[in-house]
């Protein structure tokens, strides 16, 4: 094992987790292939994980445990933000057990049960279960139940799930009730993998940390939000999944509402699961379903990203030469609450635009007199915060000053905080943490069923009113920054997207 890393400072006053066995059900997916197991890698590299653990893949894919490592090895070298060692991926290898089976077969279950037993008794797992189901749908009240059979009441069980959780609010229902059967809320962690990025966290250290933004923060000093989910790449070979999905249950049902629900939440009375989960939950509680004309959607046509000539949506492996499935989404939501009533919350999010982005906009309300007789340059523009999730991990806010020279110019300038810069550490990729604490039995960072019931009312909501409208598709080229109308939705306000 490497000697003790001076990055995981900070990281020490956290609990070791217990001895446990952690079970990924649809291992040959392209998650564990770039999440997962990268993530475990770091976490065995911090020596974060239990001493004594052990991870079992079952995946229907006939593959042999040196097999599966071999491909293991690779990614990790491909994928892991750490530099490979020999050592601790041997650690990590040495509890290591690959089960291929097709989910609905009983000798399966009998395979995955004997792999747990070896694990107990050769590395000491001690009869404690991480399942983290990274199952189609179609199998996830297969696998449950099977993982559900198996508690025998010695050690803990939980089971971390994947999204997508479900795809309308009557089936993520019927998905929490097959859970149910077996599992309590608490033993339940429903991943947004957004909620274990660093600079989403630290938006609720930003807010709650500091003193002098909790009294600005509310719709007396903000003006509209923005915030913006924008990717550059395309659909990359999962068209199965995405036709089926779209924009909107793809980002906005779970990453896009949460950023919402984390910039709008009052204070929780402390960072305990229930407290924060309680403040996000009434904020989604709070929104109201925007109108038709309130909501845009969007499929990319050719186009260049980066440089590069890239096909249309429709054009994609796997999607249909006619398909209507949004791949970009754009709205204007409100909260009904004291603090934002009739504020605009602005929010996009799209495949194939011009760059990636996710950043939370902060516009404050213009200042109401400026003292100044002529104002050149750019002129006097309200301060934005821009909380910036990804890339250029930071904080920066615009304010106005003044141009040095005679006379009284003012122009915006930016007071950045970089991540980069503040911190030696690089940033831990999102499935650190999330593994991390679900083996802690820590939920803060997942989603609660009443979140994602909230979530879907709204989805659902959206969705019904499209209809059968069939929007006419493509109407706007890869590289861009989505279609006109999206402009048009701020400009009928006065307002634009913040420039980027
Ligand atoms: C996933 C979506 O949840 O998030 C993908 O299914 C998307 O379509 C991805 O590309 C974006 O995650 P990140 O961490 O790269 O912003």
Known sequence: MPAANPLAQGLGIRRQPDPCAMVVFGASGDLTKRKLFPA???????????????????????????????????????????????????????????????????????????????????????GNRLYYLAVPPVAFPVVI?????????????????????????????????SIKRWFAEDEVFRIDHYLGKETVQNLMALRFANGIFEPLWNRQLVDHVQITVAESIGVEGRAGYYERAGAIRDIFQ???????????????????????RNEKVKVLRAMHTPGPKSVVRGQYGRGFVEGEEVISYREEPGVAPRSITETYIAAK???????????????????????????IAINFKQAPHPPFEAIAGDGLRPNVLVVHVQPDEGVS????AKVPGAGMSIRTVHMDFLYGGAFREGVPEAYERLILDAMLGDATLFTREDEVDEQWKLVDAIVGAWGRDRPSFPNYAAGSWGPALADELLHRDGRSWRRH
């Open 40 to 126: 475990l890698y770091s976490l065995a590299y911090r020596r974060l994980l239990p001493e004594r653990f052990g991870v079992i893949g079952v995946a229907r894919t006939e593959d042999t445990t040196r097999q599966f490592l071999t491909a293991m090895r690779k990614s990790v070298k491909e994928f892991a933000r750490d530099p490979f060692r020999t050592d601790v991926f041997e650690s990590l290898a040495g509890g290591f057990r690959y089960v291929a089976t097709d989910f609905a077969d009983d000798t399966g279950e009998d395979r995955v049960g004997n792999a747990l037993a070896e694990l107990d008794r050769e590395r000491g797992t001690a």
């Open 397 to 400: 806010l615009a304010v106005g």
């Open 254 to 276: 779970n990453h896009l509402l949460q950023l919402l629900a984390l910039t709008a939440m009052e204070p929780p009375i402390d960072f305990s699961a229930d407290a924060v």
């Open 333 to 359: 939501l409100y909260v009904d609450n004291w603090r934002w009533a009739d504020t605009p919350f602005y929010v996009r999010a799209g495949k194939r635009l011009a760059r990636r982005e996710t950043t």
């Open 145 to 177: 139940r099977e993982v559900g059979e198996r508690r025998d009441g010695t050690g803990w069980a939980r089971v971390i799930v994947e999204k997508p959780f479900g795809h309308d609010l009557a089936s993520a229902n019927e998905l929490t009730a």
